[in-house]
């Protein structure tokens, strides 16, 4: 239920329609439990779409795991991700090829643009982490 409350807090704040009322649902959600629902399910799906795809979503993942960070801002990334992750879309890939992917894309970029001063050094060393626990240590050679 949580997840199609926050994809239409999504797609309503994007059209920039008013999310109060549905925003007042979210607010008694246990998100300790949903975090942990949502990284059992961020690891198989990076580990089909690579390093590089994964990593904002990771970082979206820490942010939304803050202490501060708002509880519209927590519903607004827990919707891009899941909304990234699951089968599940509005516009279907499989009909639609380039638009089922593209709505995706449109749906993590409002949230980054939104949440990026939030993007710590702490939670890119979090994401580095766990990107080199999923898919081994990536050694960059630096000439000099």
Do not use: H
């Not at 959600?29 to 949903?34: A, F, P, T």
């Not at 939104?114 to 580095?128: D, S």
């Amino acid at each position: 239920m949580l997840i199609a409350i926050s994809i239409l807090i999504l797609a309503y704040w994007i059209m920039g329609k008013d999310i109060n009322s549905l925003l007042e649902r979210a607010k008694s959600v246990n998100w300790r439990v949903k975090y942990s629902d949502m990284m059992d399910k961020l690891r198989p799906w990076a580990l089909r779409v690579g390093r590089v795809a994964a990593r904002p979503i990771l970082q979206f993942y820490y942010v939304m795991t803050d202490d501060k960070t708002s509880t519209l801002d927590r519903v607004l990334i827990y919707a891009a991700i899941a909304y990234t992750i699951l089968p599940m879309d509005l516009v279907p890939r499989a009909v639609y090829k380039f638009l089922g992917v593209l709505d995706d894309g449109v749906a993590v970029m409002y949230v980054y643009r939104k949440i990026k001063g939030m993007i710590t050094p702490k939670i890119n060393a979090k994401v580095e982490d766990r990107l080199n626990e999923w898919f081994g240590v990536e050694y960059r050679v630096v000439e000099g």
